[in-house]
């Protein structure tokens, strides 16, 4: 876990006591203990297969997570290019256990609603160098936070790796950024921290066009 960023190590830890695993004629069946909800009010729904960005989006603003329900194949256990189990169990499920990254992830989805199809495939991608790939500072060491990154082997070595390439968190410049979605990633971008990837959604996100909603501004301004 090294490779982590702080706050992250200590939430998965505790997540990942709390998760247990039924077998049944069924399939497997995963059972999160109250701590999950009870943390932060986040709800995992499970779904068949890929959803709009506009419905994915919307239901993080209401804390709801859409949960992909199949398996990456045994040939490819390191890596897969869309989502399954291992990457919403491994990667996003403990972070929305965390009140700071799961008020992130809503905070997204919050913005997104009402917008125009242009913004939010802007916030999507926003959405990808954040919650998916993103990276924050821990001293001189960049650290993983986003949850594509927590759930591939290969890409958390990467990452961090010397031949790795970073660039400097920028809003502005991410969500008209370029980005493949079934290889590693070619760059990451790096926040000052955490606290700054925060800072920079919400003064970013009070300048969009169109999100003129008070009350979505007033929740974003004042929870924590």
């Known amino acids: 876990m090294t490779h982590l960023l702080g ?3 200590s939430t998965i830890e505790r997540f990942h006591c709390t998760c247990i695993v039924e077998k049944s004629t069924k399939g497997i069946n995963f059972v999160f203990l109250p701590f999950f909800t009870a943390c932060t009010g986040f709800e995992l729904r499970p779904v068949a297969g ?3 960005s506009r419905d994915f989006l919307a239901a993080l603003a209401f804390r709801v997570f859409p949960c992909t329900q199949y398996i990456r194949h045994s ?3 390191k890596y897969t290019p869309e ?4 990457h919403e169990l491994m990667g996003h499920a403990p972070l929305l256990a965390d009140p700071r990254f799961a008020q992130f992830t809503q905070d997204i989805g919050q913005v997104s609603l009402g917008l125009s199809d242009e913004w939010v495939e802007k916030l999507s991608t926003l959405y990808w160098f954040t919650v998916e790939f993103g990276m924050c500072w821990e001293g001189k060491s960049a650290k993983a936070c ?3 990154l927590l759930s ?3 890409e958390l070595e990467v990452c961090v790796s010397e031949t790795s390439v970073y660039r400097d968190f920028n809003c502005s410049q991410a969500v008209s950024q370029k980005y493949p979605l079934t290889g590693l990633q070619p760059f990451y971008y790096v926040a000052k921290s955490f606290d700054d990837m925060q800072t920079q959604l919400r003064e970013f996100t009070s300048r969009i066009p169109g999100f003129h909603n008070k009350c979505h501004r007033h929740i974003m301004c004042n929870e924590n």
């Not at 989502?83 to 291992?86: G, I, K, M, V, Y």
């Open 50 to 52: 890929w959803i709009s």
């Open 152 to 154: 591939s082997c290969e």
């Open 7 to 9: 706050p992250v190590v």
């Open 83 to 86: 989502p399954d189990l291992c």
């Open 75 to 77: 040939s490819s256990p």
């Open 146 to 148: 986003g949850a594509g």
